[in-house]
């Protein structure tokens, strides 16, 4: 056996792009991390905003997944935001009482389940989401 059959037989070839155009494995793991990033928001006020507004100005020209997911995500959590405020003037009227804990759980159950489908290589589209940006 030659040198060159010798060292392509021991060597393994290189990784292929994934098929299909499906997204790959670091391109969904920052599609997840889009959407999971909001959560700092219950820490620090407007970072449910702000953090995946970061990670999708830093990855979009080089992952279109994470552009996606990102776009995705910000839109959310606007929508989100318009939400809590209408809930805190509708307090004046008892409703935003009630409704203000709904929104809080609608907005962590979809983050999550966002989160899990990016990460599966699913372009995830929330429910009831104004896109404002396109």
Same mark, same amino acid.
Request: charged share 10%; net charge neutral; hydrophobic share 50%.
């Given at each position: 056996?030659?040198?060159?059959?010798?060292? &392509?037989?021991?060597?393994? %070839?290189?990784? &292929?792009? %994934? /098929?299909?155009?499906?997204?790959?494995a670091e391109e969904r793991q920052w599609g997840m991390f889009a959407h999971?990033? !909001?959560? $700092?928001?219950?820490?620090? %006020?407007?970072?449910?905003?702000? !953090?995946?507004?970061?990670?999708?100005?830093i990855k979009k020209d080089t992952m279109p997944f994470v552009a996606d997911?990102? =776009?995705?995500?910000?839109?959310?959590?606007?929508?989100?935001? $318009? /939400?809590?405020? $209408?809930?805190?003037?509708?307090t004046f009227v008892l409703i935003g009482i009630l409704l203000l804990p709904?929104?809080?759980?609608?907005?962590?159950?979809?983050? $999550?389940? !966002?989160?899990? =489908? /990016?990460?599966?290589?699913?372009?995830?589209?929330? %429910?009831?989401?104004?896109?404002?940006?396109?």
């Amino acid at each position: 056996m030659s040198e060159i059959e010798n060292q &392509s037989a021991t060597s393994a %070839p290189p990784p &292929s792009p %994934p /098929a299909g155009g499906s997204p790959g494995a670091e391109e969904r793991q920052w599609g997840m991390f889009a959407h999971l990033s !909001a959560l $700092i928001g219950i820490v620090i %006020p407007f970072g449910n905003i702000i !953090a995946p507004l970061v990670i999708w100005q830093i990855k979009k020209d080089t992952m279109p997944f994470v552009a996606d997911q990102g =776009k995705e995500a910000v839109n959310f959590q606007i929508t989100i935001l $318009i /939400a809590v405020i $209408i809930c805190f003037i509708l307090t004046f009227v008892l409703i935003g009482i009630l409704l203000l804990p709904l929104v809080g759980l609608y907005w962590l159950i979809f983050t $999550i389940i !966002a989160g899990i =489908k /990016a990460n599966e290589g699913v372009a995830y589209r929330y %429910p009831a989401t104004i896109r404002l940006i396109s």
